[in-house]
C-alpha cells in the first residue's frame, strides 16, 4: 500500500491534536522524542488505497533553535522530510499564527495551511479572501472548524492530493540591507555541501544571518563564520537591532502587508498608530500626494541644497586647473598639461561635481527606507507603474532620471528582481536628464517664438516618458519576460533611522560612485580628450590662424579623429538634416551631453561667450532650421547616454552586454525616430 507521512505543526492551542483527532480517530499511538520529554503522538488513517501517517508534532509559535518544542519539529521536518506538512492556523489570530506558517514557506516544505478556528474569526468579525491570501503565499488553504469537524474531509482529499502540491514559492523581501548580507552569505556557501543537501539554500542563508545556534555548530569554514559575525555587525551598526530581530520585523512585515489586503475586520488591531499613518500613506489620491510632496523634498534637497556643494567643488577644480595652467614649467610637455587639464581634470572633475547631489539623493533614499516608508510608496505607485509591466518601486530612479541618469541607475539597487532592474535600467537615459536641458535651453529660444518655447520643451519631456513606457513594455514582453508574482504590499514597521546608519549608507555609495569616477570614466575621458585633439595639424597649417585662436581651435577640431569621425557619418545623418559639423558635437556628446553645446561653439569657431549663448544661436539660425533644431533635440533626447551612463549601467549590470545594448539600441532608436520625424516633417515644411 503507498504510504503518505504528514506532519501537523502548528502555534500551542491552535487546535492542533483536535485535527489530529478528527483525522486519525483512535488510531493513535503515544511515545517519546528520543532524548527529550516531548511527547510524540503519531497516527494513520487509510484511504483510497492509501496509508496515511500523521505525526502531531510539538506546538510552536517559530522554528529558531530555542527550545526544545522547536527543535524538536524543525529538526523532524528536516531530517524526516515529511511528504505534505500541515500547519494548523489559528485563524482567529491569524498575523501572529502566519509567522511559523512563514518560516515554513521558508523552508520550501510541501505545505498546505490549515485556517482552523475560522467559526471564532468570524465571530470577531474578520472576514478573508482565501484565494487571494492563498496567492499571495503561494500555498494552499483549507478552512476548518476543528471542534465540529467542518473542513475535514476536506483537508483529506487535499491530503491524498498532496503529490499535487508544490512547494510555495513565495519570497520574503528583507530589504536591501539584509538582502545585501544574505548575498555574501549565499556567496560563500558552494563548499558547504553537506548543508546544501540537507537545507534549502535561501533558508540556510537567513538562519546563519540570524545566527541560529544549530545550524552555525554545522559549518566548518572559517571565512564563512568570520563573514557572518561581520554582517551580523554591519547591520548592528546601522539599525541599533540585531539581525535576528530585523529579520523576524521583515517576516511581520510582509505577513501585515499580505493580510492588508486580504483580510478585512471590523476589530482594533493591536498595532494602532502603525495603522492608522498605513490608513493614511496608502490611500489613493491623498497617498499620492503625500508621495509628491515626499519625493519633492527629497529632489529639492538633491538639486537645490546640493547645487552649493556643487559650486564648490566647481570652484575648486577650476582655481587647481587655473593652478597648473600658470604654473607649468615651460621644460615639460604642453601636451601633457592639456591632457592633466582638458583631459583628466575636466573628465574626472565633471563627474566628481555631482559627488553631493549623490551623497544627498541616498541620504533621502535611506531614511525612506529605514523608515518603513518606501514600501508603501511603492505599493501606492504599483498601481500605475504595474501597467507598464515595473514594479511600484521603479518610479523613484525614473523620477530621478529628469535630474542625471547616473545617481538614478544606482538607485535601481532598491529593486529586487533582476528583469525589473534591467528594464528600469535601460530606460532611464529617455528621461529628459539636466545635461539635455542645455541643449534645449539652447535650441528652443534661438528657433522657436516665445508663446511655443514651453510647448516644445514640455513635447520633448513627454516624447520622452511616452518612449520610456512603450520600451518598458517591450522590454518586459520580449528580453525581459518574466512571470509577474503577486505583490505583497509590505508593512515592516515604521522605525526610526539611526543617524550611523544613515551615514553608512550614504558613505556606501559615495565611495562607489567615486571608485568609477576614478577607473572608467577617467579611461574614457581620456580617450575622448585624445580624440578632440589627435592628430594635430601641423604648425604650419596652424601659422594661418595667428590671430584667430577661436578659428585655429575650430581647425583642429575638423583635423581631429572626432572631426574627422564627424566628417565621416555624414553621409549617415544627412537624411535627419545634420551636417558633419552637428556630427562632430553630437561625437564630443556622448563624453556628456552638455558638451554638445561647447563643441558646437568650437566648431562654428565662436570666441567663448560665458553663459550667453546669443551669438551661437544667430549663428544657428544662419545654418539651420526650425525642423533640424527639432530633430537636434530629439536626438539628444534619445540617442546613446553619455559614457558616464554607460559606464553606470556597466558597473550596476555586472556586465558590458547590457551597457552596450542600451547604447547601441537607444542610438537605433533615436536615428529612426529623428530620420522619420526630419522625412515627413520635410514634406510638410519643405
Ligand atoms: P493544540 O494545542 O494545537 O493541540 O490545540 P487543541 O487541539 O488541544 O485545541 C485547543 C482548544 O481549542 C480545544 O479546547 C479545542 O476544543 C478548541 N478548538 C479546536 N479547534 C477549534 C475550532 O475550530 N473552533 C473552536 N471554537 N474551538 C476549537
Ligand atoms: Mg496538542
Redesign the pocket.
Known amino acids: 500500500m503507498k504510504k503518505l507521512t504528514v506532519a501537523l505543526v502548528?502555534n500551542?492551542?491552535?487546535?492542533?491534536?483536535?485535527i489530529f483527532n478528527a483525522l486519525t480517530g483512535s488510531r493513535q499511538k503515544v511515545g517519546n522524542y528520543p532524548g527529550v520529554t516531548v511527547e510524540k503522538k503519531e497516527g494513520f488513517f487509510v484511504k483510497d488505497g492509501r496509508r496515511v501517517e500523521i505525526v502531531d508534532l510539538p506546538?510552536t509559535y517559530s522554528l529558531s533553535a530555542y527550545s526544545v518544542e522547536e527543535l524538536v519539529t524543525r529538526n523532524y521536518i528536516l531530517d524526516n522530510k515529511p511528504d505534505l506538512v500541515i500547519d494548523?492556523v489559528d485563524a482567529s489570530n491569524l498575523e501572529r499564527n502566519l509567522f511559523l506558517a512563514v518560516q515554513l514557506i521558508e523552508m520550501r516544505v510541501p505545505l498546505v495551511l490549515v485556517f482552523?478556528?475560522v467559526?471564532?474569526a468570524k465571530n470577531r468579525g474578520y472576514h478573508f479572501d482565501i484565494e487571494a491570501l492563498s496567492n499571495l503565499l503561494d500555498s494552499r488553504i483549507v478552512e476548518?472548524?476543528?471542534?465540529k469537524g467542518e473542513g475535514v474531509d476536506e483537508l483529506v482529499s487535499v491530503i491524498l492530493d498532496s503529490e499535487n502540491c508544490s512547494n510555495s514559492l513565495a519570497k520574503i523581501n528583507y530589504g536591501n540591507e539584509i538582502e545585501k548580507e544574505l548575498a555574501k552569505i549565499d556567496s560563500l556557501l558552494d563548499h558547504e555541501h553537506e548543508l546544501l543537501k540537507h537545507y534549502n539554500r535561501r533558508w540556510l542563508c537567513v538562519k546563519l544571518l540570524e545566527n541560529d545556534k544549530q545550524i552555525i555548530s554545522e559549518i566548518k569554514s572559517k571565512e564563512l563564520l568570520e563573514a557572518l559575525s561581520s554582517s551580523q555587525q554591519r547591520l548592528r551598526s546601522i539599525y541599533n537591532d540585531d539581525a535576528e530581530i530585523l529579520i523576524a520585523d521583515r517576516r511581520y512585515g510582509f505577513i501585515s502587508g499580505a493580510c492588508e489586503e486580504t483580510v478585512k475586520s471590523s476589530v482594533e488591531s493591536r498595532h494602532e498608530m502603525s495603522d492608522k499613518i498605513d490608513k493614511i500613506v496608502t490611500m489613493p489620491v491623498v497617498g499620492l500626494l503625500i508621495f509628491a510632496v515626499v519625493m519633492f523634498v527629497v529632489f529639492w534637497l538633491t538639486f537645490t541644497l546640493g547645487s552649493y556643494p556643487m559650486a564648490w567643488i566647481e570652484k575648486a577644480i577650476d582655481s587647481l586647473s587655473r593652478l597648473i595652467e600658470n604654473h607649468w614649467p615651460d621644460s615639460v610637455s604642453l601636451e601633457l598639461k592639456s591632457l592633466i587639464i582638458d583631459g583628466i581634470l575636466g573628465g574626472v572633475g565633471g563627474v566628481i561635481v555631482f559627488l553631493p547631489n549623490i551623497l544627498l539623493l541616498f541620504l533621502g533614499i535611506a531614511y525612506l527606507e529605514d523608515t518603513g516608508y518606501m514600501a508603501r510608496a511603492a505599493f501606492i505607485m504599483d498601481r500605475i507603474m504595474h501597467k507598464i509591466g515595473l514594479h511600484g518601486k521603479s518610479f523613484i530612479p525614473m523620477l530621478i532620471g529628469f535630474g542625471c541618469s547616473v545617481p538614478a541607475i544606482m538607485s535601481t539597487r532598491i529593486l529586487e528582481n533582476r528583469r525589473n532592474r534591467l528594464t528600469t535600467i535601460m530606460i532611464i537615459p529617455l528621461m529628459s536628464c539636466g545635461a539635455k536641458l542645455t541643449v534645449y535651453t539652447l535650441f528652443i529660444p534661438a528657433f522657436f517664438a516665445v508663446q511655443y518655447r514651453a510647448v516644445v520643451m514640455f513635447s520633448l519631456y513627454v516624447i520622452g516618458i511616452v518612449l520610456a513606457i512603450i520600451c518598458a513594455r517591450l522590454l518586459r514582453a520580449t528580453v525581459f519576460k518574466g512571470e509577474t508574482t503577486p505583490f505583497v504590499m509590505e508593512l515592516p514597521p515604521y522605525r526610526m533611522p539611526t543617524a550611523k546608519g544613515l551615514l553608512i549608507h550614504m558613505w556606501e555609495n559615495g565611495w562607489q560612485y567615486l571608485q568609477k569616477a576614478g577607473t572608467v570614466i577617467l579611461l574614457i575621458s581620456i580617450v575622448l580628450w585624445a580624440a578632440t585633439r589627435y592628430p594635430r595639424p601641423n604648425d604650419e597649417e596652424m601659422s594661418k590662424f595667428k590671430q584667430n585662436s577661436a578659428a585655429a581651435q575650430a581647425f583642429e577640431l575638423e583635423r581631429s579623429i572626432s572631426g574627422r569621425v564627424g566628417r565621416a557619418i555624414e553621409p549617415v545623418i544627412k537624411p535627419l538634416g545634420f551636417d558633419w559639423k552637428i556630427g562632430t558635437a553630437l561625437i564630443g556628446s556622448v563624453a556628456a551631453k552638455e558638451v554638445f553645446v561647447s563643441q558646437l561653439g568650437i566648431v562654428f569657431s565662436l570666441e567663448e561667450t560665458k553663459g550667453d549663448n546669443e551669438s551661437l544661436r544667430q549663428t544657428l539660425r544662419d545654418n539651420y532650421d526650425k525642423l533640424t533644431a527639432f530633430c537636434i533635440m530629439l536626438f539628444t533626447l534619445i540617442s546613446a547616454p553619455c559614457f558616464a551612463t554607460v559606464a553606470v549601467t556597466w558597473k550596476e549590470t555586472k556586465s558590458i552586454k547590457w551597457a552596450l545594448f542600451q547604447f547601441v539600441g537607444l542610438t537605433i532608436l533615436a536615428y529612426i525616430l529623428t530620420l522619420a520625424t526630419y522625412q515627413i516633417g520635410s514634406l510638410f515644411i519643405g
Request: a neutral charge; proline letters at 6%.
Open positions: 502548528g500551542p492551542n491552535s487546535g492542533k491534536t483536535t506546538g494548523v482552523n478556528m467559526d471564532i476548518t472548524v476543528g471542534s
